[in-house]
């Protein structure tokens, strides 16, 4: 298959091929060194983060020369196409490093108005999270890993204090972003704590009803803005707007529960 035939979404799963290949075998891996990118917290990035990226990069260059680029590693690449592939290598480095397997690889294509499909990888259990919208409402919103392949569908909870909700850090954010945080996890049935982006993945697939974040940045959550809209979900920032570009964001899985916390959150925004 040549780059002119080569889909979107085929080369979506190109990317997460290769970055599969790239990382798998620095998994779990004694002796794995991870360096710290800032020096007041432990921020940190290993081999593996920069060559998956790499790799990923060296097919975008092949296959999308006019297509832009950005990455959590190498930075950002200006395209003349008016497209971005959005990339983060492995979003959850802190969970690599530790062995657990709630890391992931995510993988947006992005237009001006935000992301059109978006890729959540898990090379070690081999579940790929995919979401697509294209032209004339067509869609593509699958799950394929172990099990087979099955369809993305978010929960039907409308009730907060029947829902699920998940962070990645139990200090979320400033001081007031955790206030606001904690009034939702005061409401809902179960909090849980540090799945990174797997836990979009587990909104998108119907396993929970919300993730709340906050210094998010693009390339944390496009790949999964776009699974997660295709599944049915929401995602926005704090204030109900487009969070393609990171900051605070809610996921919920649908209008209803997405409202309910939003109208808690907006004590941060006072």
Not at 242 to 249: C, E, F, T
Not at 264 to 269: D, F, R, V
Request: hydrophobic share 45%.
């Amino acid at each position: 298959m040549t780059s002119a035939t080569l889909s979107d979404l085929a080369l979506a799963h190109l990317l997460a091929d290769a970055a599969r290949t790239a990382i798998m075998p620095y998994f779990r891996q004694a002796g794995l060194v991870a360096q710290s990118k800032e020096s007041a917290r432990f921020d940190p990035v290993t081999v593996a983060d920069r060559a998956a990226e790499q790799a990923m990069r060296d097919l975008l260059t092949l296959h999308r020369p006019q297509d832009g680029i950005w990455g959590e590693e190498f930075g950002r690449q200006e395209g003349t196409s008016g497209r971005e592939w959005v990339l983060d290598p492995i979003d959850g480095t802190r969970a690599f490093i530790s062995g657990t397997p709630t890391w992931g690889v995510l993988i947006a294509l992005s237009d001006e108005n935000g992301p059109t499909l978006g890729i959540i990888d898990q090379p070690y259990t081999r579940e790929r999270f995919i979401g697509a919208k294209g032209d004339g409402g067509s869609r593509v919103s699958e799950l394929v890993g172990p099990l087979g392949t099955v369809e993305l569908a978010t929960r039907d909870t409308h009730d907060l204090d029947q829902a699920i909700l998940f962070t990645t850090f139990p200090e979320i954010g400033t001081p007031t972003e955790r206030a606001a945080f904690e009034a939702v996890a005061a409401r809902v049935k179960l909090t849980r704590y540090g799945l990174d982006c797997y836990a979009l993945g587990l909104l998108a697939a119907g396993q929970i009803d919300l993730v709340i974040e906050a210094g998010l940045s693009a390339y944390d959550i496009q790949g999964p803005i776009a699974v997660i809209e295709a599944a049915g979900g929401v995602v926005t920032n704090w204030r109900g707007e487009p969070a393609h570009l990171g900051g605070r964001v809610i996921a919920a899985a649908n209008p209803d529960i997405h409202a309910a916390a939003l109208a808690m959150l907006a004590t941060a925004e006072a």
